[in-house]
């Protein structure tokens, strides 16, 4: 994909529905709060990890880290959020309360943490808010948890336009213009965008399912972005196994925001990525992969 090339607004005009389902890959498990889309692979006597993706990418962000760990043997688990890729779009609040109660039935249905059994959560941006939200509310379940440039933290960055938080003009702005700007938006998480060129027709199938600019806007309303400190400094306190990872070059979520983390979680296992900016682990899967499997393979 080449950068500043010209984006159309996108119209939601598909309905996410049984019909529709039945020709979509993956799998399908109705929760709560509507219907997951998700994907199992690995040997099942495998080791257990979630991968829990971002803001607005569904689970295709996860490609070179899910085939790496089925290949190493794990079973690994990954799922769109509410509101992303294939699953549903409930007339909700998107909020951390929301994912954490989709993360936690999910596991629970598939039987994951049946007989005390503990798992790997993986959390990007976003997905480490989740991540820790679910390692704070289920200790229990949780062997080590892995971030990859997590958000949650003061960036000092205006993430939302004061426009954005008027009622009603918000959803017509973001209607019409919500789209492209997401697409836009893709370009500035890489480093070199031109060597994934796939990458945004696979962001763009999403959003042609209504319902998917009223989740992301309802995201960015009501899911604080730089407010989970307290959460994070409570999981530092237990004895769960940390690895953080950051795109040296990351602009959605500054590099610089890692010392915040590794100052309130003093024990935690840092490893910064040259060349790649807020998806090292897609950018530069090799030496990400490797970083995670000796974590993986000592704890």
């Not at 990890?49 to 990418?57: N, Q």
């Not at 965008?193 to 990458?199: A, G, S, T």
Request: glycine residues 6%.
């Amino acid at each position: 994909m080449k950068k500043k090339k010209p984006v159309k607004t996108i119209k939601e005009k598909k309905n996410l529905d049984k019909e529709v389902r039945e020709t979509l890959p993956g799998n399908f498990i109705e929760l709560e709060d509507g219907t997951v889309h998700y994907q199992i692979g690995g040997p099942n006597e495998g080791e257990t990890i979630v991968l829990v993706h971002g803001f607005s990418s569904p689970m295709f962000i996860w490609d070179p880290t899910y085939n790496f760990l089925t290949e190493q043997g794990f079973h690994v688990l990954r799922y769109d959020l509410f509101g992303r890729g294939y699953s549903d779009r409930p007339k909700v609040k998107y909020t951390e309360k929301l994912f954490d109660r989709q993360l936690h039935q999910l596991i629970e249905k598939l039987q994951f943490n049946k007989q005390g059994k503990k798992i790997t959560v993986i959390g990007l941006s976003m997905g480490g808010i989740i991540t820790v939200n679910y390692a704070d509310n289920h200790a229990k379940f949780v062997k080590r948890l892995v971030l990859i440039d997590p958000a949650g933290f003061p960036t000092g960055k205006k993430l939302i336009p004061r426009i954005m938080k008027i009622p009603f003009l918000n959803k017509i702005i973001f209607r019409y213009a919500g789209s492209k700007r997401l697409v836009s938006k893709l370009y500035d998480d890489f480093l070199h965008p031109e060597n994934f060129p796939n990458f945004e027709i696979s962001y763009k199938e999403q959003m042609e399912y209504r319902g998917f600019l009223r989740a992301i806007l309802s995201t960015m309303l009501k899911l604080d972005m730089e407010s989970a400190q307290a959460t994070y400094e409570r999981v530092g306190r237990t004895n769960i196994p940390i690895l953080l990872i950051w795109g040296e070059l990351d602009e959605t979520i500054p590099y610089h925001v890692h010392q915040q983390v590794c100052d309130i979680i003093p024990q935690i296992e840092f490893h910064s990525i040259q060349k790649a900016k807020h998806l090292p682990h897609y950018e530069q899967s090799d030496e990400v992969n490797e970083i995670l499997l000796k974590f993986l393979q000592k704890n």
